[in-house]
């Protein structure tokens, strides 16, 4: 069976990427792209502005300029353009795969109301190696947390706007939990001055920003005498597109409810 795609951002650089993948997939149908209403390109052809084979797709400001019923929408906007998404659909028999990262808890709790009619993946990420990441996080922090501490460092290209990175804090989350705390607790945005003796049970979040860099993730839990590093490291925009499709195909078959991509992979 083919999985009808709407995608949602079509024309940014995660847009482009999932689009192509989709039409990558002789399992699954790209019929939509969607923009900002403002956008110059509305009413264009997609195939123009993007060089991608999609005859006949038009890019819309609003995913009901499309057959949105069966279909399933991908979104990796701003937590602003998803909250509006919601709106727009909550009530038709669509689904959602979202990859917005910067949701606020508000937001977060939007979602998990949303989803109690309308099937919806929601993660920070959608690659395979970054969720086998979280495993391993969760793991090694619920057997090393009596002797070991915990830093994570993210590095994003210079255009990221959120920091730190939604699978950062998705890492810190998980991290936190192992050792019985919440992430508000323990989590120590950055250091500067004298800020005296590291707390036990603190997690240091860092994020850097520069250049080109797709996504790079070190989970780092330091002893005395000893350290481990876990790391993932993304090479191309392609990774998240690709698991952003496998999300989608394997979410037409679901029923309402919020899903991660722990539920898709099977983890």
Known sequence: MTTPIIVTGALGRMGREIASAVLADPACA???C???PSHAAIGSEYSLCTGLAAPGIRVQGSPLGFVVDKSVIVDFTSPQATLALLDAVEGTATRLVIGTTGLSESETARM???A???PIVLSPNMSLGVNLLFVLTELAAAKLCDSFDIEIVEAHHRFKKDAPSGTARKLGEIAAS???RSYNEVV???RAGMVGERPQKEIGMHAIRGGDIVGDHTVLFAGLGERLELRHVAHSRATFAHGAVV???WLAGQNPGLYSMRDVLGL
Request: avoid cysteine.
């Open 188 to 190: 120590k945005n950055g």
């Open 116 to 118: 109690q009619s309308i």
């Open 112 to 114: 998990r109301r949303a």
């Open 178 to 180: 192992a050792i019985g």
């Open 247 to 249: 999300a989608a195909k």
């Open 30 to 32: 790209l019929v939509g």
């Open 34 to 36: 969607v923009e900002h």
